[in-house]
C-alpha cells in the first residue's frame, strides 16, 4: 500500500516551453501533497505543499508564478514548470500523506521523482 | 525553528559489517516523529523505519534499528550485517505531531558506501 507514482520519469524540454509534471496516490487518498526540488548529492527542498481544493502553499524564495501546482481531486497534484530555462532543470519530487482511519498520517511516501532537463 | 543534522557527509562500510549513521535534532516540541528515509541510485525515497518520540522503546525493522535519546535529541540509525543494496544516501527527517502542517524537516544526508 500507500503508493505514489510520477509522470513523466523524465523530461527534456526547450527553453521557454512549459513542463507539466503529474503526481498520482494510486492507493490512498491524499488531501496533502508536497514538492520538493534535489540536486545531486543534496538533500530534499521542498517547494510547496498542495492541498486539495484550495491554494498550494509555497516555500519562501519559490515562484508561484513559475511553479503552478494544482491540487484538483484527491488522488492528483500537478506541477507545471513555466517557461523553463536551464537553471529550472534539476529533480523533481513529490510525497504524499494518507488518511487512515480519519487520521491524518505522519509518514510522507514519495515518489519516484521526475528529471527535468531544460536546453 | 527545527532543525536535522547529519554531521558525517560520506560512510562506508564492509559487506556483512554494522555501521551506525549519526542524527541530532532542534526542537521545543515535546511530541513529534522521526524518520530515516533512504535514497538509493534510482533517487526513489524509500521509509525505513519510524519513531514517535513519546516511544521510549527504540523503534526496529530487521536489520535497522535505532537508538533514539529524546533528552540529547539524537536519532541514529544502526544497519547490521550491511548488504550491497543498502548502498544509498540516508536522510534523517522531524515531523511535528501537532498542527497537521505536514512539514518534513530533513538533515543534509550521508551517502553510505557498503563495500563488497
Known amino acids: 500500500g500507500a503508493v505514489v507514482s510520477q509522470h513523466p520519469s523524465r523530461v527534456i524540454c526547450k527553453s521557454g516551453t512549459s513542463v507539466k509534471i503529474e503526481c498520482r496516490s494510486l492507493?490512498?487518498?491524499?488531501?496533502?501533497m508536497f514538492w520538493y526540488r534535489q540536486f545531486p548529492k543534496q538533500s530534499l527542498m521542498l517547494m510547496a505543499t498542495?492541498?486539495?481544493?484550495?491554494?498550494?502553499?509555497?516555500e519562501q524564495g519559490v515562484e508561484k508564478d513559475k511553479f503552478l501546482i494544482n491540487h484538483a481531486s484527491l488522488t492528483l497534484s500537478t506541477l507545471t514548470v513555466t517557461s523553463a530555462h536551464p537553471e529550472d532543470s534539476s529533480f523533481y519530487i513529490c510525497?504524499?500523506?494518507?488518511?487512515?482511519?480519519?487520521?491524518?498520517?505522519?509518514?510522507?511516501?514519495f515518489g519516484p521523482g521526475t528529471r527535468l532537463l531544460v536546453l | 525553528a527545527q532543525t536535522v543534522t547529519q554531521s558525517q557527509p560520506e560512510m562506508s562500510v564492509q559487506e556483512a559489517e554494522t555501521v551506525t549513521l549519526s542524527c541530532t535534532y532542534d526542537?521545543?516540541?515535546?511530541?513529534?516523529?522521526l524518520f530515516w528515509y533512504k535514497q538509493p541510485p534510482s533517487r526513489q525515497m524509500i521509509l525505513v523505519i519510524r519513531?514517535?518520540?513519546?516511544?521510549?522503546q527504540n523503534a526496529t525493522e530487521n536489520r535497522f534499528s535505532v537508538n533514539f535519546q529524546k533528552a540529547a535529541k539524537s536519532f541514529s540509525l544502526k544497519i547490521s550485517d550491511s548488504q550491497l543494496g543498502d548502498t544509498a544516501m540516508y536522510f534523517c527527517?522531524?515531523?511535528?505531531?501537532?498542527?497537521?502542517?505536514?512539514?518534513?524537516?530533513f538533515g543534509q544526508g550521508t551517502t553510505l558506501q557498503v563495500k563488497p
Open positions: 510525497s504524499a500523506r494518507a488518511w487512515v482511519q480519519g487520521m491524518l498520517q505522519e509518514t510522507q511516501y
Open positions: 492507493d490512498f487518498q491524499a488531501t496533502t
Open positions: 498542495s492541498n486539495e481544493g484550495s491554494k498550494a502553499t509555497y
Open positions: 526542537t521545543s516540541e515535546n511530541n513529534y516523529y
Open positions: 519513531q514517535e518520540a513519546y516511544k521510549q
Open positions: 527527517a522531524f515531523i511535528r505531531a501537532a498542527g497537521n502542517t505536514g512539514k518534513l524537516i
